[in-house]
């Protein structure tokens, strides 16, 4: 299990550059696990699908997505976070060396690379084989990305996912956290660290829950954090909300802002 992830501040060499000019990447020096389903929120823009990121390059999967056997990583994009990852350390109890790395943001290419490395000729089992045997490209966005899960997810290992509700519906979000609390329960070294915007997600019985929305890295509860908030407001007060929002931007000229408005973009 992952304990403790940390910055090494001789290895940064500019701080004025990306990932560092994200301020809470910036402030970040220690963060301890306790748990083994953690959950990183925060607005667009605050951090946390990077340090995920950072922590799949440094334990050496995919930085578009896959494991330490099979990997893809076609963007030059991606090298941006190399500041990141070179001054990031992990710590674990036990390093399984096992695990995954699902984006939901490039699902589509690493079902593309499965494809082409199936094609090769090689003795043993297909990649594909180990994912129910369907190419996800023959399945829907959804129907592929809960199939990788089933499949890949029950074991030890730790597993990052960057955004999984992007492909799923309300009910396989609650399907996914049944898929994580059975990982955890049958495999004492499963690790599931997941970046989300889901209030459904969040919802996870002892999870932690790291916020990146103040500009540092910290650990809040459930009903703290913003994606639920915003929720609960609009389900108990869906008609206000609406009228209010739809008249601000009436009231507003082209490209201008007021608070009101930035109530409901946080």
Same mark, same amino acid.
């Given at each position: ?106 699902? &589509?290419? $690493?079902? #593309? +690379?499965?494809?082409? !490395?199936?094609?090769? =000729?090689? @003795? ?67 690790? &599931?660290? $997941?970046? #989300? +915007?889901?209030?459904? !997600?969040?919802?996870? =019985?002892? @999870? ?59």
């Amino acid at each position: 299990m992952l304990k403790r992830m940390y910055i090494l501040d001789e290895k940064i060499l500019d701080r004025n550059v990306y990932p560092f000019t994200v301020p809470a990447i910036n402030s970040l020096h220690t963060l301890e696990l306790k748990s083994r389903v953690c959950f990183f929120t925060g607005e667009n823009g605050s951090g946390k699908s990077t340090l995920l990121e950072a922590i799949a390059a440094h334990y050496g999967f995919g930085r578009e997505g896959g494991s330490r056997n099979y990997s893809n990583s076609s963007t030059e994009k991606n090298n941006a976070i190399d500041p990141l990852v070179s001054a990031l350390r992990l710590s674990f109890d036990i390093r399984t060396r096992r695990g995954f790395f699902l984006r939901a943001e490039s699902f &589509f290419n $690493v079902a #593309t +690379h499965i494809d082409e !490395l199936d094609k090769e =000729p090689f @003795a043993g089992p297909t990649i594909i084989s180990s994912m129910g045997g369907v190419s996800m490209h023959d399945q829907s966005h959804g129907q592929s990305f809960f199939a990788l899960l089933t499949h890949r997810f029950r074991s030890n290992g730790l597993f990052l996912l960057d955004e999984p509700e992007a492909a799923l519906s309300p009910q396989r979000q609650l399907a996914f956290l049944a898929l994580v609390h059975d990982s955890v329960s049958r495999y004492p070294d499963a690790q &599931f660290i $997941v970046s #989300t +915007h889901s209030p459904i !997600l969040l919802g996870y =019985p002892g @999870a932690q829950i790291f916020s990146f929305d103040r500009g540092d890295v910290h650990e809040i509860a459930y009903g703290e954090s913003m994606p639920v908030q915003v929720m609960s407001d609009f389900l108990a007060h869906r008609e206000a909300m609406l009228e209010e929002l739809f008249n601000d931007i009436s009231d507003s000229a082209p490209g201008q802002t007021n608070s009101k408005r930035n109530h409901f973009n946080t």
